[in-house]
Nanobody, 115 residues
Framework: VQLQASGGGLVQPGGSLRLSCAAS????????MGWYRQAPGKQRELVAA???????DYAESVRGRFTISRDNAKNTVSLQMNSLEPQDTAVYYC??????????WGKGTLVTVSS
């Protein structure tokens, strides 16, 4: 499975960004897709995840501000990020988990929230 992410950049506090990730390869094995992030000096953490059937999970820190969506026909997952805060600054990674327990990662995309 290969994951290609896009959509990072610089945004002011209170602004919005949308991240997208396209999966290719052995996509039929993918169950959960999601986004993780890693800020400088911190561990990578789950931001949001979505199952093939559409069940979602969010980190408490982004609940109500971020929305994850998935298009199974196009093999894409997106993360709409609203009301961005400086503490959302991090490298964001697209993730896919196969039903066999394998994790796949895309290259990170940097999100910087700063005035």
């Amino acid at each position: 499975v290969q994951l290609q992410a896009s959509g990072g950049g610089l945004v002011q506090p209170g602004g919005s960004l949308r991240l997208s990730c396209a999966a290719s390869g052995s996509i039929l094995s993918i169950n959960v897709m999601g986004w993780y992030r890693q800020a400088p000096g911190k561990q990578r953490e789950l931001v949001a995840a979505i199952t093939r059937s559409g069940s979602t999970d969010y980190a408490e820190s982004v609940r109500g501000r971020f929305t994850i969506s998935r298009d199974n026909a196009k093999n894409t997952v997106s993360l709409q990020m609203n009301s961005l805060e400086p503490q959302d600054t991090a490298v964001y990674y697209c993730n896919a988990k196969s039903r066999f327990g394998t994790d796949y990662w895309g290259k990170g995309t940097l999100v910087t929230v700063s005035s």
